[in-house]
């Protein structure tokens, strides 16, 4: 375990949150402001080094599947080394899920460590091609100050591998990694199927790491400060902090760094026994407030809803709006959004949408959230991604959470009393091919 | 090239056999291509199971191939008229009727390539399976240029109708195959369309069809093949 | 060596014949579309398994070794 062996600033980064974000407030951090706080990029001069660290550290992907950090770059590096083709590394930073916002703020923030893990990820599997995935109009000129980042480190030398600007389309499957490289490749953003996984043969036939933009922040600050030290926050087989984005009923949308096992209430606040909180964004679940008030951010505690953390997004919708239907608004959405390919999501999610619309407006026949049940089960794992999977959940939780709701509705009346949206739902839909592109 | 009938003996024979064959493998092959059509519809035929479309015209095809190699093998083996074996496969190779043999052979050099990418087909990569099979589309007229300029037969009388009705047949089902695939909806615009049919207020299947009705299946898939 | 079925769910485009040729490990659901069974294939239907495969027009279903 190396601490602060390559000149940075002696610091308590121990414990002491933020890591990622800046300590001060939303100053974006640029290169010179980068370099004081954390210090040069540490490469390691050897291939699959960095990876015996992250397997230490035990880092998950921070896009959602919490898979190992190390496991992926492992896959990378040995089909690299078996086919004999250098490998391709992409920072995921599309950020598809409309109600999350924390690697947009990460990008905008500090921009410089994404693309040091950047950096680090393309040495560690021998990458020598590196490309940077994101909206490059999500938030004021983020597209631009990028690219002038990208710039900067290239006129000091600090980046190794060429890092190119690819945009996502507006989909909520861009993000998918599949649907990424079938993007990348000239195509629509829309999923392949497996076998072979992309770790062995991805964007052009070459073996493709796909890592989540807040991931490789996190690895750019192990590289420097050591297993150990990512270990001090977190819990022992969830360690680390993470990025968050909290909604909360009264303001607009926060993004938090929060270490993992934090209490859900420190992060949501104390709730009424009335009211729910929808954990994972639109592939999450819903988990009424008494539940969520016992609970703390990892997963070994939100299993016992049958909630993840996801890409830790936590929406508490004020007390004056529907819920449920709120969700029909959600799940009408996502019934959108599905690429189309595969027969059950494609006659799946619309009936679903339909369904969950049927309630939400007190037309619900009797034979409706049986048929909503069968659906639900007849979508979960028959596609090529998950998005059926995740839409599946996220409408079975609202059943179950929302039941006293849903009798409410079935008799002609509802709780809430404001029609204004509170959950973020996109309004444009895809149309034709274009829209996928 | 009209032969003498006074005297049957073997090379009538192989000349009579070459001829019929001929008839058969064309209209082998034509039954051939409309099933292979219904196969790029998922359509059935009436009283048969799913698998029967699919499995009635791969069997045909291996029959037709091997009605194909008779009549080559009579008509080479027939002493009347020297027809080297090579121009089964090399068009222009022979010298008697040097066109419209030719058409023979490309029609089968077409059909060798299409049934041995589909012998293959698991080995191949989809686009190349794909894009060789198209061929067949070319493979079936040149077959019939070729069995309507060879043949005297095929000129006049029940045998002329015939070669009409199939080239009438196969042009209709091509159109009828074109018509419904521009009626497909495109991939990014299926769910839309199932979406539109659901959530209008109006809509018959939202109200009184059962969920699995058939019809509410036609818009949402697009033939692959 | 057991080997186990597997539909590709992108190229499969609901034909159903594999249903027809195996109908112990495949059903299709009211969409006509395949659901597999895909639990190791027994020895007594591995024939209508390869069956089932072969009559795939799309070479949606796969048998995967295991």
Redesign the interface.
């Known amino acids: 375990m190396t601490t602060a062996t390559h000149g940075a600033p002696a610091e308590d980064t121990a414990t002491s949150l933020p890591r990622l974000l800046p300590r001060s407030g939303q100053h974006p951090e640029d290169w010179h402001a980068h370099m004081a706080r954390h210090g040069r990029l540490p490469y390691r001069d050897r291939p699959g080094d960095l990876i015996l660290d992250l397997s230490a550290a035990g880092l998950t992907g921070r896009g959602g599947a919490a898979f190992p950090a190390h496991r992926k770059l492992s896959a990378v590096l040995d089909a690299a080394d078996k086919r004999r083709r250098p490998p391709v590394v992409i920072a995921n930073g599309a950020e598809s899920e409309p109600a999350s916002d924390k690697d947009a703020t990460l990008l905008w923030l500090a921009p410089h460590l994404v693309l040091d893990g950047l950096q680090l990820a393309a040495e560690a599997v021998g990458a020598e091609a590196a490309i940077l995935y994101t909206h490059t109009d999500r938030r004021n000129d983020v597209g631009r100050r990028l690219g002038q980042a990208i710039a900067e480190r290239v006129a000091v030398g600090a980046d190794r591998v060429p890092v190119q600007l690819a945009e996502a389309p507006p989909r909520f499957l861009s993000g998918q990694e599949t649907a990424l490289v079938s993007h990348l490749a000239g195509g629509?953003a829309?999923?392949?199927?497996l076998p072979p996984r992309i770790t062995e043969r991805g964007l052009a036939g070459a073996p493709t790491l796909v890592q989540n933009a807040e991931t490789l922040a996190h690895m750019a600050l192990i590289a420097r400060h050591g297993p150990r030290w990512f270990r001090q926050v977190g819990t022992t087989a969830e360690p680390g902090s993470m990025l968050c984005t909290i909604r909360r009923a009264d303001g607009t949308p926060r993004v938090a760094e929060v270490p993992l096992g934090m209490p859900l209430r420190s992060l949501i606040g104390d709730m009424g026994p009335d009211r729910a909180v929808l954990i994972g964004g639109y592939h999450g679940t819903w988990v009424p407030a008494a539940d969520a008030m016992r609970l703390t951010l990892d997963n070994a505690s939100l299993a016992a809803v049958g909630a993840r953390v996801g890409a830790g997004i936590l929406i508490t919708p004020p007390p004056d709006r529907c819920a449920l239907t709120e969700t029909a608004a959600a799940v009408?959405y996502l019934?959108?959004e599905?690429?189309?390919?595969?027969?059950?999501?494609?006659?799946?999610?619309?009936?679903i949408?339909?369904a969950v619309?049927e309630i939400a407006v007190g037309r619900q026949r009797r034979q409706t959230q049986a048929?909503l049940e069968r659906w639900a089960g007849?979508v979960t794992g028959?596609?090529?991604c998950h998005h059926p999977d995740g839409t599946a959940r996220f409408v079975r939780s609202a059943l179950i959470t929302f039941a006293a709701e849903i009798e409410l509705h079935r008799r002609g009346r509802c709780s809430g009393t404001s029609r204004k949206a509170f959950l973020p739902i996109p309004r444009d839909?895809?149309?034709?091919?274009e829209?996928?592109m | 090239m009209l032969r003498d009938v006074s005297g049957i003996n073997s090379s009538t024979a192989l000349w009579y056999t070459s001829r019929a064959t001929g008839v058969v493998a064309l209209l082998l092959m034509t039954a051939v291509v409309l099933l292979g059509l219904l196969v790029t519809r998922q359509g059935r035929l009436p009283g048969l199971p799913r698998f029967a479309v699919t499995g009635l015209h791969r069997n045909l095809s291996l029959i037709a191939v091997v009605f194909v190699a008779l009549h080559v093998l009579t008509a080479v083996a027939d002493s009347y008229v020297h027809i080297p074996l090579t121009a089964a496969v090399i068009p222009l190779a022979s010298p008697y009727e040097r066109l419209w043999l030719g058409l023979g052979a490309v029609s089968l050099d077409l059909t060798i390539a299409v049934v041995v990418t589909s012998l293959l087909r698991r080995h191949l990569s989809r686009r190349l399976w794909r894009g060789v099979h198209l061929l067949a589309y070319a493979s079936w007229p040149v077959a019939w240029l070729h069995s309507i300029t060879s043949s005297p037969d095929l000129r006049h009388g029940a045998l002329f109708l015939l070669a009409v009705a199939c080239a009438l047949v196969v042009v209709l089902a091509v159109l009828w195959r074109l018509a419904a695939a521009s009626r497909d909806v495109?991939?990014?615009?299926?769910?839309?369309h199932?979406?539109s049919a659901?959530?209008h207020p109006m809509s018959a299947l939202?109200h009184h069809r059962a969920?699995n009705a058939p019809q509410s299946?036609a818009p949402?898939?697009a033939s692959r093949l | 060596m057991s080997e186990k079925l597997l539909v590709?769910?992108?190229?499969?485009?609901?034909h159903g014949a594999c249903a027809e040729l195996l109908p112990e490990m495949i059903a299709m659901?009211?969409?006509?579309?395949p659901?597999v069974d895909g639990r190791p294939i027994p020895p007594a239907l591995e024939r209508d398994a390869r069956a089932a495969v072969s009559a795939c027009p799309t070479l949606a279903l796969r048998l995967l070794r295991s």
């Open positions: 629509p829309i999923p392949t199927f009408r019934a959108l599905s690429a189309g390919q595969c027969g059950p999501c494609l006659n799946g999610l619309p009936r949408a339909a619309t048929d007849l028959r596609g090529a839909s895809a149309r034709t091919e829209d996928w | 495109p991939r990014a615009e299926r769910v839309g199932l979406m659901l959530h939202h969920p299946r949402e898939r | 590709n769910p992108i190229e499969c485009a609901g659901d009211e969409w006509g579309y659901i």
